[in-house]
């Protein structure tokens, strides 16, 4: 006797952020997960700010307003529960907290076989040397707090994913997380156009938000400091709370006329393919989603060595140590004047499409989710 097709295995992602990275991956996520025969993905959580119209067949609301909302905590257990999924993937802190320890019961009552966080940054006031067990300021009694929390998550769910190894390490490190709950895979997102400088580079371009942690004060400082020919510009695409003080500092450092402030932009995969070379000289990252978007458009990179970011780069540009404005003179200087920057810019754009593809993404994840499932792990395994 027949038993009859195989029903769907149920994918339910879960966020309670409207925009950020961990929304962008979702979405992208999401999507090409959705193409996958045998599989039904719905995401659970707020309107996303960008993207939205793209998953709005398989997007339902679930609001979260905040961490101690016990309330919509429940709710929102409720709603992802009563689609009976077979995996629940939280992509966000909150979301986190919200599948932590849930009471989601039989599974015909909608628990889910496995539950998988993505834990895609620490807190702003965790320092690189204190991240990495090297000493440093410790970050706030509140970000202590937080950290404690995520350590219980972590050792709650299924399985915690890492974009960066470095994350991964932190994890097992500093909270104290079983390796084995703890899995490495690199963002994924759709790559741009390729196109890689085709003689010496000119045209530099940051993209980030405008606070002091991202370094574009001491990206600066190294702009005059160094050697530059006269023709090298610096584009600086986003907005925040350090850009009235930037422009200043630009200005007394006589950078007029070389360094434009293009505020918040949405058109920023044009302004890579125009672009010779990307710079990220930040305090602190892990696996930021723009730097994929660099290596994809093949742009030779200058960055800071913080968090993945070397990992990212290697064989496609140069790391300095953060802080060092010395040595990113020195960077900007080589890649201004000498030869390397073609090769850096064509292996930049191979590296991106055997790492941070969103096909790729999508095939570490369904790996994950289906030996979990093969495997019989539970949601506290």
Known sequence: MSSGPTEARRLAFLLTQDRGGP????????????????????????????????????????????KGALDAILRARRQVGAWRPDVVHAQDRRSGLVCAGA????QRAGRPRAVVHSYHGVPDDVTEP????????????YTRTVLAADAVVARTVTRTVVPA???GRFLQ????????????????????????????????????LLVRRKG???????????????????????????????EATASRLGLQGRVTFLGFRTDVPRLLGEADAFVLPSAMEQQPLVLIEALGAGKPVVATDV???????????????????????????????GDRAVDWGRRAAVLARERFSVEVARDAHLALYED???NGSGARA
């Open 307 to 337: 968090g993945g970011v070397a990992d990212m780069v290697t064989g496609a540009g140069t790391v300095v140590p953060p802080g060092d404005v010395t040595a990113l003179a020195r960077a900007l200087e080589e890649l201004t004047t």
């Open 103 to 106: 009471a989601w019961g039989p």
């Open 372 to 374: 979990l499932l093969a």
């Open 165 to 167: 190894a470095s994350m």
């Open 216 to 246: 574009v004060h001491l990206l600066l400082e190294a702009m005059a400091r160094a050697a530059l020919p006269p023709d090298v510009v610096l584009q600086v695409a986003g907005d925040g709370p350090e850009r009235a003080d930037l």
């Open 130 to 141: 204190w991240f990495r067990g090297v000493g440093g300021p410790p970050p706030s009694r």
């Open 23 to 66: 929304v962008d991956v979702t979405v992208e996520l999401a999507l090409a997960l959705s193409q996958v025969p045998g599989w039904t993905v719905q995401v659970f959580g707020p309107r996303p700010a960008r993207g939205a119209e793209r998953i709005a067949a398989l997007h339902t609301e679930v609001l979260v307003e905040g």
């Open 173 to 208: 490190q500093r909270l104290r997380v079983p390796a084995h709950r703890v899995v490495h895979i690199d963002n994924g997102l759709p790559l741009p156009p390729a196109s890689v400088p085709a003689g010496p580079v000119r045209r530099l371009l940051f993209v980030g």
